[in-house]
């Protein structure tokens, strides 16, 4: 069954132009694909360079929304990053990148490609009804690898028990393991332009291609 996935009414107040792509789809998770990795380090870290080089990682397009529209929930972008901008400067620092699974190795290729937040989700570990929203006062979850995320004034995704991640960190309840079997995929775009509609053709081909998706289904949220 699809997941229902509502924006709350505050945050498109404080931003109009917030939107989320969808996919949800079943997996079998693996540990790598080579052949992601090697289009990822010959093909995608000289785009990223370039990009680099060319704009500054701040004013990197869909970087630069979303650091304004932090800016704007009341969160300081250069604190907590949006989780494209930390990847990119992972890049740009020859620091190179974790090697997780392939939901999220595939999951990273897209955030980075696009220049917005991406986060997968164990489908089976979350709610049927979902609201992307801004953090509430001292609200926090345990993040995957820390001990507890400051979410307050970000842009996070909840259900009924509480936020399940964000653009920045993402939580260890709906973490992808080998044991996820169905998967919900989003892409946290707040720019104003044509770059979701883009972002979702090719991170379709990336997730059926690298991850194994099967039997797809894809949307986008306004």
């Known amino acids: 069954m699809r997941k229902q996935l509502s924006i709350d009414e505050e ?4 931003w109009p132009a917030v939107r989320v792509g969808c996919f949800q789809y079943k997996v079998k998770v693996e540990d790598k694909n080579e052949d992601m990795w090697k289009y990822l380090k010959r093909d995608i870290f000289k785009k990223v360079k370039d990009a680099i080089f060319e704009y500054g990682v701040n004013d990197i397009p869909n970087i630069k929304e979303s650091r304004q529209a932090y800016k704007a929930f009341g969160k300081d972008p250069s604190r907590y ?5 930390a990847l990119i400067r992972r890049i740009g620092q020859g620091k190179g990148l974790y090697e997780v699974n ?9 955030s ?22 801004v953090g509430k006062e001292d609200e926090t979850y345990q993040g995957i690898g820390k001990d507890e995320v400051n979410i307050a004034c ?4 909840s259900d009924s028990e509480g936020a399940v991640g964000s653009s920045t960190s993402d939580s260890r309840r709906a973490m992808i393991t080998g044991e996820t079997k169905e998967v919900l995929t989003l892409i946290y775009s707040f720019s104003d332009n044509g770059d979701l509609e883009k972002t979702m053709e090719y991170g379709k081909i990336y997730l059926e291609k690298y ?8 949307w986008i949220v306004k």
Do not use: C, H, W
């Not at 990053?81 to 901008?85: D, T």
């Not at 937040?117 to 979350?126: K, L, N, T």
């Not at 991850?211 to 894809?218: D, I, K, R, T, V």
């Open 11 to 14: 945050m498109k107040r404080i």
């Open 81 to 85: 990053r949006v989780s494209s901008e």
């Open 102 to 110: 392939t939901v999220v190795d595939t999951n990273n290729l897209i």
């Open 112 to 133: 980075i490609e696009s220049g917005f937040s991406a986060g997968s989700y164990d489908g089976g570990r979350i709610g049927e009804e979902l609201v992307f929203r």
């Open 154 to 157: 970000l842009p996070v995704l």
């Open 211 to 218: 991850a194994g998706a099967q039997e797809l289904e894809s």
